[in-house]
């Protein structure tokens, strides 16, 4: 049931210089989907009446995320006068006027911070009455963080940044996680008062608590029990831990779910990878994006699958596939290349050192070693000797090729696209079939193999394979060699 007492307000005009990348911070991946989608899918969690997020660098990308998950979301640009303390006003000025409620402020690179911390949160502001309540979190090592400064009775005071604090401030462990509820009302009028005298010429939304507790209002603050909910992403190395956490997370909850993940260490899992109990994962596998793996399916080792559908039962080993369906009882690998539109039918095979693409292979079909099958499809029961090749590409143009139910052909040919090969059709090994083979005909190339005898102790006199010829042959000599 939607709150319609909470709004939303998501900071998301950062610059992120720190990422030295071209790519806006929050739009950086994690766990297979931008940073900033874990924090809009924990806003939608909380089903609140208004959600705004506020932009500013490359704005066009990050809004086009943010509506397309949060169609109802309002947007609001944030204007040249810097701080967090301006973005809120701003946001704040963007509800609607009838709206009379609560206001929790979010930070868009926050990833990890889910909706039970934020629902206590909230729980605890309205119990309490407070004018404002917020997280905070007790580190080892402070640097960098705004400290909460609490009374001698435990009450927050205020809080102060690191670049305005004092050597005894900043000897607090206490930090405020930039995480806040506060009563819509009382907001609007402290922000009113907020100013840019301070360290770094920012109006800071920090300064909104020393302002509610000068005006005699209660303040609290809820420290978190584990400290990496509230950990910004900065740099690609605080990206990197967060992303190592959250994988170490969703890997657990599969385990619990009936999945066996021998190598967790290994293993990478990414947020919308769906998987069905009794699936097993082995070492060094990467399941990425809207993979999804069914029962009794084995993946693993050293496998990536890109938004690929696995059927039950099936295996897959030291293999590489994006946009690929592995039918059920199928075997794919090792050392196999999956490129997009491959289908494998069920029962059927993709083995050692084969490439597929735009390729619909048959149930119980088979291409079993050393092949390429581009732009083809292939029937039912099937079998591609060693060493085909379906050359699709003329030069200017991709052609397709059709192979039929129950065909096999010989090692090492060769399909010229456009072309099809009947049920039931044979190929010869080394065939390079450029007509339609007709269905239960054998396709050969018509030149015989000529045998040249004695070439070898013509031509390579004196070699070794001279010398193991004539003693095959019964010569102890050459046979053109004058007595």
Not at 40 to 62: C, K, P, Y
Not at 409 to 429: K, L, R
């Amino acid at each position: 049931m939607a709150d319609t007492k909470l709004a939303i307000v998501i900071l998301a005009a950062g610059q992120g210089t720190r990422m030295k990348s071209a790519t806006p911070k929050l739009l950086h991946p994690l766990a297979g989907v931008p940073m900033v989608s874990h924090v809009l899918a924990t806003a939608r969690a909380l089903d609140a009446a208004h959600v705004v997020a506020v932009v500013r660098h490359e704005r066009d990308r990050l809004v086009e995320v943010i509506t397309a998950e949060l169609p109802e979301s309002i947007i609001v640009d944030q204007d040249e006068v810097p701080g967090t303390g301006r973005a809120v006003e701003q946001a704040v000025a963007a509800l609607p006027d009838a709206f009379d409620g609560d206001v929790l402020v979010i930070n868009g690179d926050v990833p990890l911070l889910d909706a039970d911390t934020l629902t206590s949160l909230i729980s605890r502001h309205r119990a309490d009455g407070a004018a404002a309540t917020l997280l905070s979190a007790v580190l080892a090592d402070a640097t960098g963080y705004g400290r909460i400064i609490r009374t001698t009775d435990g009450a927050v005071d205020y809080i102060v940044e690191q670049k305005d604090a004092t050597e005894a401030e900043r000897a607090v462990s206490e930090i405020n996680a930039g995480v806040y509820v506060f009563s819509l009302s009382l907001l609007r009028t402290e922000l009113a008062k907020l100013t840019t005298n301070n360290a770094q010429g920012e109006k800071y939304l920090t300064d909104v608590v020393g302002l509610l507790r000068a005006d005699g209002l209660d303040v609290s603050a809820i420290p978190v029990a584990e400290p990496w909910l509230v950990e910004g992403v900065n740099d690609r190395a605080q990206l990197s831990a967060q992303a190592a956490r959250l994988n170490a997370m969703i890997i657990r909850g599969w385990q619990l779910s009936g999945v066996t993940i021998q190598d967790p260490s290994s293993t990478w899992i990414d947020v919308q990878v769906t998987l069905a109990p009794d699936v097993t994962i082995k070492p060094g596998t990467q399941l990425l994006r809207a993979t999804d793996v069914a029962t009794g399916a084995i993946i693993g080792p050293d496998t990536t699958l890109v938004d690929c559908e696995v059927g039950a039962n099936a295996e897959v080993k030291r293999t590489d596939a994006t946009l690929a369906v592995i039918g059920a009882g199928a075997s794919v690998g090792p050392f196999s290349f999956l490129r997009p539109g491959t289908v494998l039918g069920a029962d059927g095979k993709i083995g050692a050192f084969v490439e597929t693409k735009n390729a619909k292979i048959g149930t119980g079909s088979k291409v079993p070693h050393l092949s390429y099958v581009g732009d083809a499809e292939i029937g039912e029961q099937s079998n591609i000797g060693a060493g085909s090749i379906f050359a699709n590409y003329d030069g200017v143009k991709k052609h397709s090729s059709v192979v039929g139910s129950h065909v096999r052909t010989g090692s090492h040919g060769v399909f010229v696209a456009p072309v099809t090969i009947g049920d039931g059709a044979y190929t010869g090994a080394g065939t390079v079939v450029r007509k339609d083979v007709p269905a239960g005909a054998l396709a050969i190339n018509v030149a015989p193999q000529r045998n040249m005898a004695g070439w070898v102790e013509t031509h390579r006199a004196g070699t070794a394979a001279a010398t193991a010829a004539a003693a095959a042959s019964g010569q102890t000599t050459n046979p053109h060699e004058e007595n």
